[in-house]
């Protein structure tokens, strides 16, 4: 049963093309993260939603925007991908207010910008 | 966020206990602990949590120190499938932002 998902697995774009990824998740959730992931950095938090247009940025916002229309679905948006953001984006989501539950995950979307 | 040390690698082999090591000395006292996993190729997923007293699931245990200052992830029976990046984050229960922070884990090899 899935419960996080992210429209693509794989993406190939070219440089300075605006792209669009997408997360959905079906838990009534309102919090949602975007994340990137490169070899020996971990987990690096782009941005993160709380609540239908609203939004915080994270640790590595530049050259990124969002959009949550909706509550279910959190939208990642590269203005003019570059080369240096191909990496692995992960979506996540949570409750609110609640520290004692879980964030569940996406498979994640593997973007290289060539 | 109040940041977590984790040591970058361990090796355990297969069927024997595994303890995973996690420094929080800055924890507040309404942060909750909690680790994920990440299995290659994979999203990370939850493993366990607790706030003061030692928990267990069917996954793990996770013992956390009387300051709480440390935390260890316990493993009884490594397995290959266990072969992950494991990481501790704190989480506050007490207002502000709810952003959810990870480090860089701590990266399980499992030999058989």
């Known amino acids: 049963d899935v419960k996080v998902t992210q429209s693509s697995r794989y993406l190939v774009k070219r440089t300075g093309e605006k792209v669009f990824l997408e997360c959905v998740q079906d838990m009534d959730h309102e919090n949602m993260f975007w994340y990137r992931q490169d070899p020996g950095l971990g987990l690096r938090l782009i941005y993160f939603?709380?609540?239908?247009?609203?939004?915080e940025k994270g640790d590595i916002p530049e050259g990124y925007s969002v959009s949550r229309e909706k509550k279910e679905r959190f939208s990642l948006i590269l203005e003019s991908a570059s080369t240096n953001q191909t990496s692995m984006y992960l979506c996540a989501s949570s409750l609110s207010g609640l520290m004692n539950t879980e964030a569940f995950f996406g498979q994640g979307t593997r973007l290289t910008v060539v | 966020d109040a940041k977590t040390t984790q040591p970058n690698s361990m090796e355990s082999n297969e069927e024997e206990p595994v303890h995973l090591p996690c420094n929080h000395s800055?924890?507040?006292?309404?942060?909750?602990i909690h680790w994920y996993r990440q299995l290659p190729s994979q999203g990370p997923e939850y493993v366990i949590h607790g706030l003061t007293s030692n928990v267990n699931n069917r996954m793990a245990s996770l013992a956390i120190a009387e300051d709480r200052k440390s935390s260890t992830l316990i493993l009884h029976r490594a397995t290959l499938r266990d072969a992950a990046v494991y990481y501790c984050?704190?989480?506050?229960?007490?207002?502000?932002?709810?952003?959810?922070?990870f480090g860089k884990g701590t990266k399980l090899t499992v030999n058989p």
């Open positions: 800055t924890i507040s006292g309404t942060d909750y």
């Open positions: 984050i704190l989480r506050d229960s007490q207002g502000g932002s709810e952003k959810l922070v």
């Open positions: 939603s709380y609540d239908v247009k609203m939004k």
